[in-house]
């Protein structure tokens, strides 16, 4: 069975304050992905990565910045927190080519 | 622009009835489609997943097919239950290999 973890499942952040998302894969894929969910927005996509240090920007990159040094772990980073950036945060996971996507539990932000 | 649209958004019907969930997107020109399920408040798990050169797919009491010349996709749930509450996602990924989801149908069984 894939499994996709997520740091937390809840956090309360202040305004201004940098907070870390961290995802952990364990079935060795190649694709990784943060999203944000929002009533009636359904989800967006923030950023992904297809291989080790490599990134590329979604639909909804402002204000966030993701680094994956290792293959199993893909970390979001908001700089500055910002009540707009309260949301559900979903990771997710692939293999390389036409396969499923596979989610983590989320992370329900909360900055005040 | 790939847009994805599930309608309705919102069904409830009663224990017991066999329903059906649609998926609709505008280019046809898709990998494959993956339907998930999300209880409130948790991620998404996924399903099935349809390749474009598939017709369906089925896992127990789930059937999934796939009219990819029409953009269309539907989610066949037998016998329903009240554990079959949850909302359901259809997401296609596109040959530039981006995914591309829907907003859901937010689906209540009645006991």
């Known amino acids: 069975d894939v499994k996709v973890t997520q740091s937390s499942r809840y956090l309360v952040k202040r305004t201004g304050e940098k907070v870390f998302l961290e995802c952990v894969q364990d079935m060795d894929h190649e694709n990784m992905f943060w999203y944000r969910q929002d009533p009636g927005l359904g989800l967006r996509l923030i950023y992904f990565?297809?291989?080790?240090?490599?990134?590329e920007k979604g639909d909804i990159p402002e204000g966030y910045s993701v680094s994956r040094e290792k293959k199993e772990r893909f970390s979001l980073i908001l700089e500055s927190a910002s009540t707009n950036q309260t949301s559900m945060y979903l990771c997710?996971?692939?293999?390389?080519?036409?396969?499923?996507?596979?989610f983590g539990p989320g992370t329900r932000l909360t900055v005040t | 622009k790939q847009e994805v649209t599930q309608i309705p958004a919102a069904l409830s019907v009663p224990e017991g009835e066999n329903l059906v969930l649609n998926c609709s997107f505008t280019d046809s020109a898709i990998y494959n489609l993956q339907w998930f399920r999300q209880d409130p408040g948790k991620g998404l798990t996924s399903l099935l997943l349809i390749q474009s050169s598939q017709r369906e797919q089925t896992s127990g009491r789930l059937n999934a097919s796939l009219d990819k010349s029409s953009g269309r996709s539907t989610l066949y749930i037998a016998a329903s239950q009240p554990g079959d509450s949850a909302t359901y996602l259809c997401a296609v990924m596109n040959r530039d290999d981006k995914i591309i989801f829907g907003k859901g149908t937010r689906l209540h069984i009645l006991p």
């Open positions: 990565s297809y291989d080790v240090k490599m990134k």
């Open positions: 997710a996971s692939k293999s390389r080519g036409r396969n499923e996507q596979y």
